[in-house]
């Protein structure tokens, strides 16, 4: 699956693209996941959806979620780092969201360092709400986790209206 908006490629992530994910990663998260956790998702997770945010060939960034019945849960979504600031977690947030609908998800989960103000900023944008804490959830330095769901706005994410 793919399709181009202003210039950005957006499709499944594939094998080929693991190391240039890892860089992303490790630069994004203080518990990176491993280049063996990514080839597990994308060749034994059936229900693993992955896509890359491409530009000339170049990775922007990149998200994951588990699509299970109706629900999307994000398991990762990151802009590298140089980039970031520009408008582009919006856009792959909001290409996750489409993503997400065309698999026919009603609702959308997350879960995010309770100290991450600026991913949480960037999902409320997005329809999430917290409902909960997942307490000691992050192993390096036992950070709760905000759990955060969406419902997503089918009508508006099956057309081409963007809210960015
Ligand atoms: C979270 C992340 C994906 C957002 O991507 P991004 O491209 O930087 O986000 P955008 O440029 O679309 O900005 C999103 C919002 O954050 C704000 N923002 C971005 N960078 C900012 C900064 N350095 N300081 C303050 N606000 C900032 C933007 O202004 C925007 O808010 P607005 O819509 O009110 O203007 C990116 O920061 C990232 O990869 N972080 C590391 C990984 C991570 O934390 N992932 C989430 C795990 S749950």
């Keep these: ?13 594939t094998l080929e693209d693991i190391p240039a994910i890892i860089a992303i990663e490790q630069e994004a998260f203080t518990s990176p996941w491993t280049a063996e956790a990514f080839t597990n998702e994308l060749t034994n997770n059936m229900f693993a959806r992955y896509m890359v945010m491409e530009e000339s060939g170049q990775v922007l960034g990149y998200g994951g979620m588990w699509i299970i019945m109706d ?14 600031g520009n408008g582009l977690g919006h ?6 969201q489409r993503t997400a609908v ?7 989960t997350l879960e995010v360092r309770v ?17 909960g804490i997942r307490p000691r959830y992050y192993s390096d330095n036992d950070e709760d ?10 009508e508006r994410l099956k057309t081409g209206e963007s809210m960015f």
């Excluded at 065309?102 to 959308?108: H, I, L, W």
């Excluded at 986790?145 to 089918?154: G, N, R, S, T, Y």
Aim: charged content about 20%; aromatic content about 10%.
């Design 71 to 84: 629900e999307a849960h994000i398991t990762n979504i990151a802009i590298r780092s140089d980039l970031r």
């Design 1 to 13: 699956m793919s399709s181009v908006v202003d210039n950005i490629i957006y499709r499944s992530m």
């Design 102 to 108: 065309f698999f026919e998800a009603v609702r959308m």
């Design 91 to 96: 856009k792959l947030l909001e290409q996750m």
């Design 115 to 131: 100290t991450n103000e600026l991913a949480q900023h960037l999902y409320r944008k997005y329809g999430f709400q917290s409902s």
């Design 145 to 154: 986790a905000l759990i955060m769901w969406a419902e997503l706005d089918i």
